[in-house]
């Protein structure tokens, strides 16, 4: 259960149901690159799984070169240069792992993030470097320790930030990290889950960018290289050795479906919870509240550097800063109290239809 959940190489809910039908059908393989068992797909939608593939490839690309910071290079992003996989871990797990392919030296992150993928890349990398805070002072301290290492012969293998961090919301310097990142010959992996590409454009500092399409876009995962990096060619020609499409065809199916709405809900959650931070930032500004901080986008003391990320306003979507914050409380009584009595649903997700709240501590 550990790996599965660390690596999200799990099969979902959909492809169990196909497969519990054919329970007596299924024999072992007569090779470890085959799959366990053939099962025809009941139709669950007017579209192929190729055909859903594609669309979402395709409505991904459009998407990443919509209202861009810099056309000249996301211009040059295609579907070709998506990759999904069934979550957002398991492209993660798979970036990782081509990453080690590359270059199988130490890999650095910058900024806390998602629980999981630091303990992805301190399990499965050679070695994993942490910084935190993800502050100017830190990433001083990065470019000091990247500028040692290669003084000595070593060559750091990447760095890996988010945009925005999950769960403080915060974005690091992501430009000076591509500079350092050019200057040293390292590549630049970027999630941008918390941000989503409906609102921000990372295309201008990222080699690869992985985002979990289960949040606001509904469905699984991916990951995207950027056709300008210095490191496409050997990446691509990588990839074409070794990528197979495991996504479920009913699960491509009902990502393609569920995702033809997303800048729309999207725009919905970027109104929603700028309105609740809006409200609750009178309560953690009072001496008198228990609570004492609301972490968002907009109210961290690393707002410029989200800004700077955010794409250009059109007719069809405003840019925001997403659709998840963070509440602290001034003890654990105070925090399980509120989350008790709060008549929301309670699950470990976001971006999905309905608000929901999970506690983190």
Not at 29 to 39: E, N, T
Not at 61 to 81: C, F, I, Q
Not at 242 to 255: I, V
Not at 268 to 289: D, E, G, H, I
Request: glycine share 6%.
């Amino acid at each position: 259960m550990g790996f599965w959940r660390l690596t999200g190489t799990v099969i979902s809910s959909r492809l169990a149901e196909s497969l519990h039908k054919h329970l007596r059908s299924i024999r072992f393989a007569p090779s470890k690159f085959l799959p366990l068992v053939q099962v025809h797909e009941e139709p669950r939608s007017n579209l192929p799984n190729a055909s859903a593939t594609k669309q979402i490839c395709e409505r991904i690309s459009y998407l990443l070169k919509r209202a861009s910071l810099e056309p000249a290079t996301s211009d040059k992003v295609s579907a070709s240069d998506l990759f999904l996989y069934p979550t957002g871990m398991s492209a993660i797990y798979h970036c990782n792992g081509l990453l080690q392919q590359w270059r199988p030296t130490e890999n650095i992150v910058f900024g806390f993030p998602y629980e999981l993928t630091l303990k992805l890349l301190q399990t499965y990398g050679q070695s994993c470097r942490f910084y935190g805070f993800g502050t100017p002072d830190e990433l001083d301290q990065l470019e000091q320790y990247v500028r040692s290492e290669a003084s000595h012969g070593r060559r750091v293998q990447s760095v890996w930030c988010e945009c925005a961090s999950n769960p403080l919301l915060r974005t690091v310097d992501l430009n000076r990290i591509r500079s350092i990142a050019d200057k040293y010959g390292l590549q630049v992996v970027l999630d941008d889950t918390i941000g989503s590409f409906a609102n921000i454009d990372v295309t201008g500092v990222a080699d690869i960018v992985v985002t979990s399409l289960t949040k606001s876009f509904s469905g699984n995962g991916d990951y995207v290289l950027n056709p300008v990096s210095p490191f496409y060619e050997t990446m691509k020609g990588a990839l074409s050795r070794t990528y197979r499409n495991e996504l479920h065809g009913a699960d491509a199916a009902k990502l393609e479906y569920n995702s033809r709405k997303f800048l729309p809900r999207a725009s919905r959650m970027n109104q929603t919870a700028l309105y609740l931070v809006s409200l609750l930032q009178y309560y953690a500004l009072s001496p008198s509240s228990t609570l004492t901080n609301v972490y968002y986008p907009s109210t961290c003391w690393s707002l410029a550097n989200y800004q700077d990320r955010m794409r250009l306003d059109s007719h069809e979507f405003t840019p925001g800063f997403g659709g998840l914050f963070t509440m602290e409380f001034e003890s654990e009584t105070a925090a399980s109290t509120f989350f008790n009595v709060l008549e929301i649903h309670k699950g470990p997700s976001l971006g999905v239809c309905v608000t929901l709240a999970q506690p983190y501590v």
